[in-house]
């Protein structure tokens, strides 16, 4: 189903990508049919990695407004992605599902743009050069996947909403982060933060987060052994980094 909704995607870019270049070929944007269809894609080009900068910085602008600081981190090969950040561990859930929707809903009105550019005169069809890939992220990011470089924004938001263990350990990674960077010490966290939680998958970003702040935890208490302990599992996991 993975592979088959990733085709979708990228058969849903292409579709668009040569219906927006024949528009813009008919309209002759730059007084030719030629150089209209050379600037399309020359600007469809630019819009891949405009486009990526946009989603992400959905996710920083409606992170902000709920006290949610999303750092992003580009790559030039792979999916980019952003390290989510509270500065308060209140009402977590809520406020990392809008965080997440935030890269959808920043595409989706791209790809609204791109749509009214197609089809009101006044607007330059040339912009509609956002709206291929901007509906390629926006359907590869909607559904409920896991890829190797990391879950979409549709699985984050699934997933917390069903519940699941691996959302579950998370928030308390999250909650335990937000209380240690707003002033609390490591060593005066509630251990149950820690330590009553599901049992998730070793190679899950999030049972590697919390082998880390059991290891800080561990270290801030001055208990050395167990300290070790999960330093020496903290370095196994690593792998799956």
């Known amino acids: 189903m993975k592979r088959f909704w990733f085709l979708i995607s990228i058969a849903a870019f292409l579709a668009l990508e040569g219906y927006c270049a024949y ?43 709920v006290k949610i600081k999303a750092v992003p981190q580009f790559k030039l090969m792979g999916a980019s992605s952003c ?32 749509i009214v550019a197609l089809t ?11 709206l291929p890939f901007s509906a390629y992220l926006f359907l590869l990011n909607a559904m409920p996947f896991g890829y190797s470089e990391g879950a979409t924004d549709g699985l984050v938001v699934c997933e917390l909403v069903r519940g699941d263990d691996s959302s579950k350990v998370m928030l308390n990674v999250l909650k335990v982060q ?5 002033g609390k010490p490591f060593e005066e966290v509630d251990e149950s933060l820690l330590f009553d939680v599901p ?3 070793e190679d899950d970003i999030n049972f590697i987060s919390l082998t880390e702040l059991r290891y800080e935890y561990f ?3 001055g208990d050395n052994e167990n300290a070790q302990k999960y330093k020496q599992r903290l370095d196994e996991l690593k792998k799956y980094l």
């Open 199 to 201: 049992q998730i998958a």
């Open 23 to 65: 528009a813009c070929a008919m309209q002759k944007v730059f007084n030719s049919l030629t150089v209209s269809i050379i600037m399309f894609f020359a600007l469809s080009v630019v819009c891949i990695p405009l486009s990526v900068v946009l989603h992400e910085l959905g996710h920083m602008l409606f992170g902000a407004t």
């Open 178 to 182: 937000a209380q240690v960077l707003g």
């Open 120 to 130: 009101v005169e006044a607007v330059p069809v040339h912009i509609s050069a956002l």
């Open 219 to 221: 270290k801030a208490r």
């Open 83 to 114: 390290t989510i950040i509270p500065k308060t561990d209140k009402n977590l859930k809520g406020r990392i599902i809008f965080t997440s929707l935030g890269g959808l809903i920043v595409n989706a009105l791209c790809i609204a743009l791109g």
